[in-house]
């Protein structure tokens, strides 16, 4: 068999127009700059710096936006190859609020819903299949991204989904708890944060009911970051453990979810346990947060 050496990654790749400052929220905002974004993006990124390989599959416009996104993934040594330039499509974009809380964001969407089927040689190559519930949220990726995972379970290549649910990305009366008991088929590893489940459930929760929601769920393992409280995480058998969060001074939060488990994977590619991988997440994370990695600012 070939050996399976990189990370495959379907999703999101659009522009972040994030507040020149601090804000509580957008309407306060008065300047933005723009950056290369898209969780499935940064995780890619992020990757690569925790020496770790990544392939990204993904969709933008052909237009100046595009052009950016592609020249910064070529500049951070992620391949473009299987990056769709569509010409009657705009490049995703998400005006986000600069913060040290959860930010607020704004999601103008196109292109990036246009994934194409993946190849099945990409698939067998990798080591792990890695996706969003943004990008899950839209056809036609949704089914494309769906095949994907069902091709990964039938060769044994583990899944991973990040579940960043929004009802801004998904829309009302949306289907989102049809999809979600569609992946858990495949005993992902799952990342959720706590506002990921208070959004997907619609309803304040304690970090104790949120870990009782996640108790039951068929997953390889499962990582819940509660931010300052830090994250627990189980795996399919065992009980809820916990690592804290380090002590910083925080810049930003902005990615700090997709640095986190960018070191968690890249972790558990190298085959560390499973609490060793949740620590290697924590230590992303912390430098994500101190300002220490960023996406850069376009064209820099």
């Known amino acids: 068999m ?12 659009l522009i972040d127009g994030i507040t020149s400052t601090a804000v509580d929220n957008l309407s306060q905002a008065t300047s933005m700059n723009i950056r290369p974004g898209g969780s499935t993006a940064n995780f890619c990124r992020y990757l690569k710096r925790c020496r770790t390989d990544a392939e990204i599959v993904a969709a933008v416009g052909n237009d100046g936006l595009g052009e950016i996104l592609l020249r910064k993934l070529k500049e951070d040594g992620l391949s473009t190859d299987h990056v769709l330039q569509l010409d009657d499509r705009v490049t995703s974009m998400v005006v986000v609020a600069k913060t040290a809380g959860t930010p607020d964001f704004l999601p103008y969407r196109d292109a990036d819903k246009f994934i194409a089927p993946i190849d ?23 089914t494309h991204i769906l095949e994907a995972f069902n091709s990964a379970s039938a060769q044994q290549i583990p899944v991973s989904v990040d579940w960043n649910y929004a009802e801004k990305i998904w829309g009302r009366n949306n289907d989102a708890q049809q999809v979600f008991k569609q992946i858990q088929i495949h005993k992902p590893l799952f ?18 009911d949120a870990r009782y929601y996640l108790q039951d769920l068929p997953a390889t393992a499962i990582c819940l970051t509660c931010g300052p409280e ?14 804290a969060a380090k002590k910083i001074h925080i810049r930003s939060a902005t990615g700090a979810g997709d640095a986190f488990w960018a070191g968690f994977i890249s972790a558990w590619h190298k085959k560390y346990s499973l609490e060793q991988c949740v620590i ?3 230590e992303t994370a912390a430098i994500k947060l101190e300002g220490k990695w960023h996406a850069g600012v376009a064209g820099s």
Do not use: C
Request: proline share 1%; net charge negative.
């Open 2 to 13: 070939e050996n399976r050496n990189y990370i495959l990654a379907i999703g999101e790749l």
């Open 120 to 142: 099945e040689a990409l698939i067998a190559r990798s080591s792990m299949v890695h996706s969003t519930a943004f990008a899950l949220s839209h056809e036609p990726a949704r």
């Open 191 to 208: 990342k959720f944060s706590m506002d990921d489940i208070q959004r997907f459930l619609g309803k304040a929760l304690s970090i104790e």
């Open 230 to 243: 830090g994250v627990y995480y189980r795996d399919i058998t065992g009980d809820w453990k916990h690592v």
């Open 280 to 282: 290697t997440g924590v």
